[in-house]
């Protein structure tokens, strides 16, 4: 898989972005230079000037990189498989501090999948942060429910942030524990 790690990049039109770890939303201007230090899930961290920022799949365009197709559900595909295909976008969200996804992360405490009455579905997700104070909570929350939202046949995704129980390492996969250093 390839991060895009330190490369070099021009901001080459208006685009939002958020800082990194504040959360403070920012519009990052036409010429602005810096590197990638992250690219996974579809999402970029950038560094600019001593600062990091967080610039969503969408505007990928905006530093010439590629965006990510949005997945697709095959149209005979069961419950089962619809389930798989929301874990599996949930697992493109990464914390733009730590190069490792929610899921394995272990932020991620349920997710329910509703079928209604004409064949659309709701998502209701549980999910948690590493920190409580973490300024990057609201854009983590988002960024769940934007990739659950574009799954087809999905009504409405709601991503509900909770503390209880309280996050920790052993709530985190045992890949991510071998990554992290944290066995």
Known sequence: MRT????????QRETKAVM??????VTLK????????????????????????????ENADAI?????????????????????????????CYDPEIPINIVDL???Y???VTTNGDGTHDVDVKMTLTAPG????????????????IIPTIREALVELV??????????SEAARLQTGMF
């Open 4 to 11: 895009h790690q330190n490369q070099p990049f021009v901001v």
């Open 20 to 25: 990194v770890p504040a959360g403070i939303d």
């Open 30 to 57: 036409p010429g602005q230079a810096g590197y990638i230090t992250q690219a996974l899930g579809g999402s970029f961290t950038l560094y600019i000037d001593g600062n990091l920022f967080r610039l969503a799949g």
């Open 64 to 92: 010439g990189q590629e965006i990510v197709k949005p997945p697709e559900l095959a149209p005979d595909a069961t419950l089962e498989d619809l389930k798989a295909l929301i874990w599996a976008q949930m697992a493109t």
């Open 106 to 108: 272990g932020l991620v």
């Open 110 to 112: 349920a997710c329910d």
């Open 134 to 149: 973490c300024g990057m909570g609201e854009v983590l929350v988002e960024d769940v429910k934007e990739k659950v939202g």
């Open 163 to 172: 503390f209880d129980p309280p996050w920790n390492q052993s709530m985190m």
